[in-house]
């Protein structure tokens, strides 16, 4: 079994949980920058889904704090990514995972033109990537919607949003796109769902009627975004190549009973909905049939259906760190995984944050998604979260080699098996501040920072052991696992 010459390795990042640098060149506040860490609160219980009201808004706004907001600071990546650009190259990398902030460009998404500050900056770490031999992956939408948006319209809810994104999107194509080829729309589109206010700008207390509603219309007007900036990109760079980016929440059944089999099928139905559109073109009518029994209906205007039909995405990204399974049974005991509740499989480890450790998943979901769509895949997400221990400037991880070399094995039997993979890039080949909890103790990365959970420590940077395993797999196209 091997990879292809040319497999792309590489690690991915997100502005809002690395830059830092909130208030810099005029950038605007984020959705991103009111996310708390909440130090008393069990792992377990963490979650991107909870309450922001108008005056918390408010009020965290008021407050300069980076303590406990901490994707104010990230890590510094805004002033060191020179630094931190060279120990990727070191690794081996050819491509990295980066994203935009659309408020580093735009800062309230309603200005008639960008920010030459924020223009600069993206120019110059394009540039350097370039120099060093890593190829940019850059997502347009990382859990990153300008707060002013939010505040305003409520997020996505409004068509006119679409508007205001793709002149962020010509934007960035047309200042970027001689250093970039391949870029992603939305990241996790699917989970506006799971947290609308993270990933849509939707704050509920202001939603009219049902909030189920407003997110399946939210939804649809991203979808309609992603057609038309995907139309925009291949308009201005024919050779260009846009994906989409799916949430992997790969589901059994928890026993072989018939009523967890039509449970499975009906939750997958919901997940697919968003490749189906993105990358088939259009709703499927089971979907829509489902939603409509839910009370849900999509808010179709003119010319949407030809829109999405004519300009799918290119390929099909996703992330990948857990399974879960599903059930009927009221009492069936649940896990946390990747910004969700899932039915615990016991036939599987768990990390110390609930999430199921389940390499073979990685190979059902490669073959499920490409059987389905037969168009090239590329993992952008992949990782384990664990606390790291500093050591006399060393960091020992074993149980991460042990992880990735676990998943690597699934992933390459998958490409044996005919399944056409672009690429793997790991969450996150640095430590950074968790997207869901907002911590950086739970550590994803190859490289250690020197920094705790309310940002004190020198923020030097470290490799850990699974450093240098990664930079030998890399070498070797993943021929060498041990």
């Given at each position: 079994m091997a990879l292809p010459e040319g497999f792309r390795w590489g690690g991915a990042v997100a502005a809002n949980q690395v830059e830092g640098a909130w208030r810099e060149g005029g950038r605007g506040p984020a959705v991103s920058d009111v996310a708390s860490y909440k130090p008393k609160a069990d792992p377990k219980e963490y979650a991107l889904h909870h309450q922001n009201t108008v005056a918390s808004i408010t009020a965290a706004l008021a407050d300069d704090d980076l303590e406990y907001y901490p994707k104010r600071r990230g890590i510094d990546f805004y002033h060191r990514y020179p630094e931190d650009l060279a120990l990727f190259a070191e690794m081996g990398f050819t491509t990295l995972r980066v994203s935009i902030a659309w408020t580093r460009l735009y800062p309230t998404g309603e200005e008639e033109q960008p920010l030459e500050e924020g223009i600069a900056y993206y120019l110059a770490l394009f540039t350097e990537m370039r120099r060093l031999g890593i190829e940019p992956l850059v997502t347009l939408s990382h859990y990153d919607p300008p707060m002013a948006l939010a505040l305003k319209h409520n997020g996505w809810v409004e068509r006119r949003t679409i508007g205001l994104f793709e002149r962020f999107a010509r934007t960035c194509f047309e200042r970027f796109g001689h250093l970039v080829d391949m870029w992603l729309t939305f990241n996790e589109i699917d989970g506006i769902i799971r947290h609308p206010f993270t990933s849509g700008g939707i704050i509920e207390e202001t939603v009219e009627g049902n909030l189920e509603q407003a997110c399946y219309t939210a939804l649809h007007h991203q979808?309609?975004?992603?057609?038309?900036?995907?139309?925009?990109?291949?308009?201005?760079?024919?050779?260009?190549?846009?994906?989409?980016?799916?949430?992997?929440?790969?589901?059994?059944?928890?026993?072989?009973?018939?009523?967890?089999?039509?449970?499975?099928?009906?939750?997958?139905?919901?997940?697919?909905?968003?490749?189906?559109?993105?990358?088939?073109?259009?709703?499927?009518?089971?979907?829509?049939?489902?939603?409509?029994?839910?009370?849900?209906?999509?808010?179709?205007?003119?010319?949407?259906?030809?829109?999405?039909?004519?300009?799918?995405?290119?390929?099909?990204?996703?992330?990948?760190?857990?399974?879960?399974?599903?059930?009927?049974?009221?009492?069936?005991?649940?896990?946390?995984?990747?910004?969700?509740?899932?039915?615990?499989?016991?036939?599987?480890?768990?990390?110390?944050?609930?999430?199921?450790?389940?390499?073979?998943?990685?190979?059902?979901?490669?073959?499920d998604l490409y059987d389905r769509y037969g168009k090239p895949l590329f993992i952008v997400e992949n990782g384990l979260g664990m606390r790291d221990e500093l050591e006399d400037g060393k960091i020992h991880d074993p149980y991460r080699i042990d992880y990735f070399r676990a998943h690597f094995e699934q992933m390459i039997q998958a490409v044996d098996e005919g399944v056409d993979l672009m690429g793997y890039v790991s969450w996150a080949p640095i430590d950074l501040i968790s997207a869901s909890s907002s911590q950086i103790s739970k550590r994803y990365g190859f490289i250690y920072v020197d920094q705790d959970d309310l940002g004190h420590g020198t923020g030097d940077r470290y490799r850990k052991d699974s450093f240098f395993w990664y930079q030998k797999v890399i070498a070797s196209n993943g021929t060498d696992l041990e």
């Open positions: 979808f309609v975004a992603s057609a038309s900036v995907t139309q925009i990109l291949h308009e201005l760079y024919p050779e260009a190549q846009m994906g989409c980016m799916l949430t992997m929440l790969t589901t059994y059944p928890n026993t072989c009973h018939p009523d967890d089999v039509v449970a499975t099928q009906a939750k997958e139905r919901l997940l697919y909905l968003c490749t189906d559109v993105q990358a088939g073109g259009a709703y499927p009518r089971l979907a829509l049939n489902q939603l409509q029994r839910k009370g849900v209906t999509i808010p179709f205007e003119d010319g949407d259906a030809e829109l999405l039909r004519e300009h799918p995405v290119d390929f099909i990204s996703f992330s990948y760190y857990m399974s879960m399974t599903e059930s009927v049974r009221e009492d069936a005991e649940r896990t946390p995984g990747n910004t969700v509740l899932g039915v615990k499989n016991p036939f599987l480890p768990s990390s110390e944050w609930g999430w199921q450790i389940d390499p073979v998943g990685l190979r059902v979901s490669l073959i």
